[in-house]
């Protein structure tokens, strides 16, 4: 993508993954490990959870989010729509983010691990000024909006051949016209296209999130994407489905409620677990 965003590291380092391997079905190559942490609000994530499951790919970022904060102020943009989805990671699952790529040379496993908090710093918006923003470039004068979810959603819908990045371009260009005539996006020559990437990734630059890394075997350097909507419900799933488990073994034994388990800390609830389990 033209909109790819090189996000370095963020203060990550390169280590041993700690926990079980990723989810095989998911999609990035950027994946998640699947350790949690175990302070969270048990019955707030199931509220995540059920408010995301059997939503689209295409829909569920958005449904993690309202479901979490459904008062919020609306998302400007695809970057603020990450920071707020990191912001969410380390609220349930801690600031550390446990990740893995594969070399597309040899296929070693590259983990590696980043800082939420310092991630959504870099993916925070640059918007001081409401849309329409303005470009004037070659001779051309832009103007346009961001990209939002509602755009990714349509996008992602649309059947055929048409590059993603031409349908988009098609929806946030407001105006455009060259020396005072009107022109459409399929007009506009590379160079003028590619400035016009090159602007809405300055406003918004955590649009699209990669890391650059080494391979620790062949020395291969590629960029990984990350898609944090999937790693962040990846976690959200694991959980709830853990903590169903939970509550089917406890009510079982113990005949008690779901909301009854859920109030139970973790560490009591291990403890009763691992007495049911004897």
């Given at each position: 993508?033209?909109?790819?965003?090189?996000?370095?590291?963020?203060?990550?380092?390169c280590e041993s993954c700690v926990g079980p391997q990723p989810d095989p079905s998911l999609k990035s190559p950027a994946r998640c490990d699947i350790f949690m942490r175990n302070d969270h609000d048990s019955?707030?994530?199931?509220?995540?959870?059920?408010?995301?499951?059997?939503?689209?790919?295409?829909?569920?970022?958005?449904?993690?989010?309202?479901?979490?904060?459904?008062?919020?102020?609306?998302?400007?943009?695809?970057?603020?729509?990450?920071?707020?989805?990191?912001?969410?990671?380390?609220?349930?699952?801690?600031?550390?983010?446990?990740?893995?790529?594969?070399?597309?040379?040899?296929?070693?496993?590259?983990?590696?691990?980043?800082?939420?908090?310092?991630?959504?710093?870099?993916?925070?918006?640059?918007?001081?000024?409401?849309?329409?923003?303005?470009?004037?470039?070659?001779?051309?004068?832009?103007?346009?909006?961001?990209?939002?979810?509602?755009?990714?959603?349509?996008?992602?819908?649309?059947?055929?051949?048409?590059?993603?990045?031409?349908?988009?371009?098609?929806?946030?260009?407001?105006?455009?016209?060259?020396?005072?005539?009107?022109?459409?996006?399929?007009?506009?020559?590379?160079?003028?296209?590619?400035?016009?990437?090159?602007?809405?990734?300055?406003?918004?630059?955590?649009?699209?999130?990669?890391?650059?890394?080494?391979?620790?075997?062949?020395?291969?350097?590629?960029?990984?994407?990350?898609?944090?909507?999937?790693?962040?419900?990846?976690?959200?799933?694991?959980?709830?489905?853990?903590?169903?488990?939970?509550?089917?073994?406890?009510?079982?034994?113990?005949?008690?409620?779901?909301?009854?388990?859920?109030?139970?800390?973790?560490?009591?609830r291990a403890a009763y677990l691992q007495m049911v389990m004897a």
């Amino acid at each position: 993508s033209t909109r790819e965003r090189q996000i370095q590291k963020a203060g990550g380092r390169c280590e041993s993954c700690v926990g079980p391997q990723p989810d095989p079905s998911l999609k990035s190559p950027a994946r998640c490990d699947i350790f949690m942490r175990n302070d969270h609000d048990s019955a707030a994530l199931m509220t995540l959870w059920e408010r995301a499951l059997g939503q689209p790919a295409r829909t569920r970022d958005d449904a993690l989010l309202q479901g979490w904060t459904a008062n919020a102020e609306p998302v400007r943009s695809l970057g603020e729509r990450n920071a707020r989805l990191m912001a969410l990671h380390a609220r349930f699952f801690g600031p550390d983010i446990e990740l893995l790529s594969h070399c597309p040379a040899c296929n070693t496993v590259a983990p590696f691990s980043a800082n939420c908090d310092a991630l959504a710093a870099q993916m925070r918006s640059n918007l001081d000024d409401a849309p329409p923003y303005r470009l004037e470039v070659q001779r051309h004068v832009i103007e346009f909006r961001l990209p939002d979810s509602a755009d990714v959603a349509m996008v992602s819908s649309e059947k055929g051949d048409r590059d993603v990045t031409q349908l988009l371009l098609d929806r946030c260009v407001l105006a455009c016209t060259c020396e005072g005539i009107d022109v459409s996006v399929g007009q506009l020559p590379e160079a003028v296209l590619g400035a016009l990437s090159q602007q809405m990734e300055s406003l918004d630059p955590g649009a699209s999130v990669s890391f650059a890394l080494d391979c620790p075997k062949c020395a291969m350097h590629w960029q990984a994407p990350l898609d944090v909507g999937e790693v962040l419900w990846q976690k959200v799933r694991t959980a709830a489905e853990g903590m169903l488990l939970d509550i089917d073994a406890l009510a079982s034994a113990y005949g008690w409620t779901e909301r009854e388990v859920l109030r139970l800390n973790p560490l009591r609830r291990a403890a009763y677990l691992q007495m049911v389990m004897a």
